[in-house]
């Protein structure tokens, strides 16, 4: 992982890991984790013959049970820790499509947890091309893309994404996941550096341990750090294996250095500045610009292409000056591949997920320079070895580009930013602490459909999201530790455009209700 030690090291991996799947976490009491371990102990001492060792005191079984099974020990131990602290996580399951309404248990419920930003997961057009495609190329390929896995369909998809994102090419991965823990790897080497914001998302730290250049972290959103951070990568000093050691022995100055920063950070919806970031890169000798977009794809900035966009960046020249006389190695520069040149507003390497505004299937791509994306196919992993994108989706999310592009794109577009300024300005006003915000830059932006309500106690959070479904039908889910950061346990609400304004106010009243009967807002006034 990308950090430090001490807090520094817990923040990052507890900021890192929101890649956990939507679920809630229950409560328990101290008698719960008693039983858990019990369980484990008298599975562990049935596998034993009768003896006067059964007759031991309870300490003592205990440790024979844990000898006898360490693994189902040490899980009934994580289990039982989990649920004390109120962070076990558990799955509803859903009987039906993905939508602003979803049947869990028999129950219709309103789903404010989905990242279906656009409501396009199970729109009418979507559906009926993935289906042609099961007709026209059946339903798997069995084959990685470069044994008999490319298909003509992966191929148009790739072209437009990289088309409409305005890069050079596009590579496709098996998901946003694997799109970042294939690209590090593939890139870098131990003469290189990657500085990386504090708090990007778990992919991101898990592909670059996955690589030999030396690392560095900037503290969240901190554009001075992240310049001193630039410096101390040129020098050849610093960094580290992620873990507390020391990194790979490298030269005494850095080839490539690569900034990493996700651009909206998903348990905040906080947006990095890179308004500022972008400039920076560019005049750093050697250095390019990196940013994973999978929460603004598709919706975020008045054309859908992301954060780029809503900064402003886009058509004009991010390097403060001519593109020719960039010091940086990025986009700015051009192209040694051709005559093309990216022009993603000064991101030289943008990845993201076909698995929320597009479409919400699974899947995910890396657009950037045709020499990034070749040097791609050749080594990263998660691309060489894993299964190619199924037919189907990629026909589907051809459709979903259709509307995305479109005016029916803009449409949603604009129904998403009225939702989620309805719903920010109706939660603070009923005296909710609410996390992120992104606006602003001048993109066409407004407030992030990502809302976190700030509640702080785990088991404060996960009772409140409990009683949001079970006593008003809204679907929510608490996250607390290592999701985020301990004290800083949150309920994140996500805005759709499918959302009606009755439901948007449904859900604020759900939230009052709650929140009067916890005490996390004053009692309404009695008149």
Not at 37 to 59: D, V
Not at 211 to 240: F, I, N, Q, T, W
Not at 343 to 362: E, Q
Not at 363 to 371: H, K, M, P, T, Y
Request: aromatic share 4%; hydrophobic share 40%.
């Amino acid at each position: 992982m990308l950090r430090g030690g001490g807090a520094g090291q817990a923040q990052h991996h507890q900021r890192g890991a929101c890649w956990l799947p939507c679920a809630t976490t229950t409560t328990t009491t101290t008698k719960t984790a008693a039983a858990a371990a019990a369980t484990a102990t008298a599975t562990a001492c049935a596998r034993r013959p009768a003896s006067s060792s059964s007759l031991a005191p309870p300490a003592a079984a205990a440790a024979a049970a844990a000898a006898a099974d360490p693994l189902g020990a040490s899980l009934a131990e994580k289990r039982a820790a989990a649920e004390a602290a109120g962070t076990w996580k558990s799955e509803r399951v859903i009987q039906g499509p993905q939508g602003p309404r979803v049947r869990v248990g028999g129950k219709e419920l309103r789903n404010f947890c989905s990242n279906s930003y656009l409501g396009l997961s199970n729109a009418p057009s979507v559906v009926a091309a993935a289906k042609r495609a099961l007709d026209t190329h059946g339903f798997g390929l069995a084959s990685v893309r470069f044994i008999c896995g490319t298909t003509d369909l992966h191929v148009a998809l790739e072209e437009r994404l990289a088309a409409w994102l305005g890069a050079e090419a596009c590579i496709l991965f098996p998901s946003g996941f694997d799109a970042n823990a294939g690209v590090f790897e593939a890139l870098l080497g131990p003469r290189d550096a990657v500085v990386s914001d504090a708090l990007n998302h778990a992919s991101i730290i898990d592909g670059v341990r996955l690589c030999k250049a030396r690392r560095h972290r900037y503290a969240h959103g901190d554009v001075a750090g992240l310049e001193a951070a630039l410096r101390e990568a040129a020098s050849g000093g610093g960094g580290g294996d992620g873990d507390g050691g020391p990194s790979t022995p490298a030269a005494a100055t850095t080839t490539t250095t690569l900034v990493v920063t996700d651009g909206v950070f998903s348990m905040d919806g906080a947006v990095a500045p890179l308004e500022r970031i972008v400039p920076l890169v560019r005049r750093t000798p050697g250095a390019y610009l990196m940013v994973d977009d999978c929460h603004a794809s598709g919706f975020w900035g008045a054309t859908g292409r992301g954060t780029a966009e809503a900064r402003g960046l886009l058509g004009s020249d991010s390097s403060g000056g001519s593109s020719s006389s960039s010091s940086g190695g990025g986009s700015s520069s051009g192209s040694s591949s051709g005559s093309k040149k990216n022009d993603m507003g000064g991101v030289d390497i943008l990845s993201s997920t076909l698995g929320k505004a597009l479409g919400g299937a699974t899947g995910g791509f890396v657009c950037a320079r045709a020499d990034v994306v070749a040097q791609l196919r050749q080594a990263a992993r998660p691309y060489l070895f894993s299964n190619t994108l199924a037919p189907s989706v990629a026909a589907a999310t051809l459709a979903v580009l259709d509307v995305v592009q479109g005016e029916e794109g803009d449409a949603l577009r604009a129904a998403l930013r009225r939702n989620a300024a309805l719903f920010r300005g109706a939660m603070a006003d009923a005296g909710f602490s609410l996390g992120g915000g992104g606006g602003g830059g001048g993109g066409g932006a407004g407030p992030h459909p990502i809302v976190p309500v700030m509640l702080g106690d785990a088991a404060l959070a996960s009772e409140f999201a409990r009683r949001m479904l079970e006593r008003h039908g809204v679907y929510v889910v608490a996250f607390s530790y290592p999701v985020v950061p301990k004290g800083t346990a949150r309920i994140r609400v996500q805005l759709s455009a499918a959302h009606s304004e009755a439901d948007v106010e449904a859900c604020v009243a759900a939230f009052v209700a709650v929140g009067r009967e916890m005490g996390v807002l004053p009692p309404a006034a009695r008149g």
